[in-house]
C-alpha cells in the first residue's frame, strides 16, 4: 500500500462541472501539498496546508488531520484546467512523498 | 527574485554511460531535493541537500550521488546509467529553517537512456 493514495486515477469533465480529487495518508507530516502538473512535467504549487481550507480563486484544497484526508475541489471547472494533480505530503525532515497523480480533463 | 531552473532540459545517454544534472536553487533558499519521475508515475525522492550535506536519502543505490554549492545550487550525479534510469528528474528548492517549508519546482530534466 502506498504511503500517499489519491483517486480518482482518471477523471473527465464537462467545462462548468464540480471537480473533487481525494487524496489520503498513512505517513505522520507537517503538511500537505497540492501540485499541478502540466504535459511537459513543470510542476506548479497550488497549495501547501496543514490544517483547515485554503482557497485561491476557483481552486479550494481542505485538510482533516485527524482522518488524514485531504481534497482538492476546482469550480466552475475549464478546460485550461486540464492536467494532473499531485497530492504530496511532507513528512516530518522536509521529505515529500508523492501520490500517483490524478489525470483531470476538462471538455468544452 | 529568480526561481528553480534546471540544466539541460533534455538528455539523451547510452546505458553505461554518466550524467550530470544541475539545479539553481530559488533565491533565499538552502535547502534542494532531488526527484525522479517515471513516466505514467508519481516523483519519487532521491535525496536532500542541506548547506551542502545530504540530509536524508531515499530508495536510490550508490550510483545516484549528489552535491550542493555554497551557492545552494546543486548537482546530481547518476553512474553506470540503466535503461530504467529514464525518466524526469525534478529538483526542488525550499528555505528550511523557515516555517513554510515550501518546495518550489524545477521545470525538470527529461533524461533517456538508450
Known amino acids: 500500500k502506498n504511503e500517499v493514495e489519491q483517486s480518482p486515477q482518471n477523471l473527465t469533465a464537462q467545462e462548468g462541472e464540480f471537480i473533487t480529487i481525494n487524496c489520503s495518508y498513512s505517513?505522520?507530516?507537517?503538511?500537505l501539498h497540492w501540485l499541478q502538473q502540466h504535459p511537459g512535467g513543470g510542476i506548479v504549487s497550488l497549495f501547501m496546508?496543514?490544517?483547515g481550507k485554503k482557497k485561491h480563486g476557483r481552486l479550494i484544497a481542505t485538510i482533516n488531520i485527524q482522518e488524514k484526508h485531504s481534497s482538492l475541489h476546482i469550480t466552475a471547472s475549464h478546460p485550461r484546467d486540464s492536467a494532473v494533480y499531485i497530492c504530496?505530503?511532507?513528512?516530518?525532515?522536509?521529505?515529500?512523498?508523492f501520490g500517483a497523480g490524478t489525470i483531470l480533463r476538462v471538455k468544452s | 527574485e529568480t526561481g528553480v531552473t534546471q540544466s539541460p532540459t533534455h538528455l539523451i545517454k547510452t546505458r553505461g554511460q554518466q550524467v550530470t544534472l544541475r539545479c539553481s536553487s530559488q533565491s533565499g533558499h538552502n535547502t534542494v531535493s532531488w526527484y525522479q519521475q517515471a513516466l505514467g508515475q508519481g516523483p519519487q525522492f532521491i535525496f536532500q541537500y542541506y548547506r551542502e550535506e545530504e540530509n536524508g536519502r531515499g530508495n536510490f543505490p550508490p550510483r545516484f550521488s549528489g552535491l550542493q554549492f555554497p551557492n545552494y545550487s546543486s548537482e546530481l550525479n547518476v553512474n553506470a546509467l540503466e535503461l530504467d534510469d529514464s525518466a524526469l528528474y525534478l529538483c526542488?528548492?525550499?528555505?528550511?529553517?523557515?516555517?513554510?517549508?515550501?518546495?518550489?519546482f524545477g521545470p525538470g530534466t527529461r533524461l533517456t537512456v538508450t
Open positions: 496546508l496543514s490544517s
Open positions: 504530496a505530503a511532507l513528512e516530518y525532515g522536509n521529505k515529500l512523498v
Open positions: 505517513v505522520g507530516i507537517s503538511a
Open positions: 526542488a528548492s525550499s528555505a528550511k529553517g523557515l516555517s513554510s517549508y515550501e518546495q518550489y
